[in-house]
């Protein structure tokens, strides 16, 4: 089965940087968009990164410049690099894919708390 487990969450002081890790397993398909998304405490799930097949990438309004999402086609995994980090990006930080015709998967989700 198609699986993803996130890596790299902690506890990291304002300004400071994370780099996190998305691997999977079980893939049987190409993978049409890898994406992060985050979930701050008591607010919805939002999207912070995405990045597509051919590479095109799109950033939440609230990273861009500070946040880079990239992968590595081979091994199908995606990363976020995360730098000046802020306490307003303490969440529950998720890999998710797309398979062809739009389904998706989820991992189990990595903390990352920054601390003010």
């Known amino acids: 089965q198609v699986q993803l487990v996130e890596s790299g969450g902690g506890l990291v002081q304002a300004g400071g940087s994370l780099t996190l890790s998305c691997a999977t397993s079980?893939?049987?398909?190409?993978?049409?968009?890898m994406r992060w998304y985050y979930q701050p405490p008591g607010k919805q799930r939002q999207l912070v990164a995405h990045i597509s097949r051919d590479g095109t990438i799109k950033y939440g309004d609230s990273v861009k410049g500070r946040f880079t999402i990239s992968k590595d086609n081979a091994a199908d995994a995606v990363y976020l690099e995360m730098k000046n980090l802020k306490a307003d990006d303490t969440a529950v930080y998720y890999c998710n894919i797309e398979a062809p015709g739009g389904y998706q998967f989820w991992g189990q989700g990595t903390q990352v708390t920054v601390s003010s």
């Open positions: 079980g893939i049987f398909f190409v993978i049409d968009a």
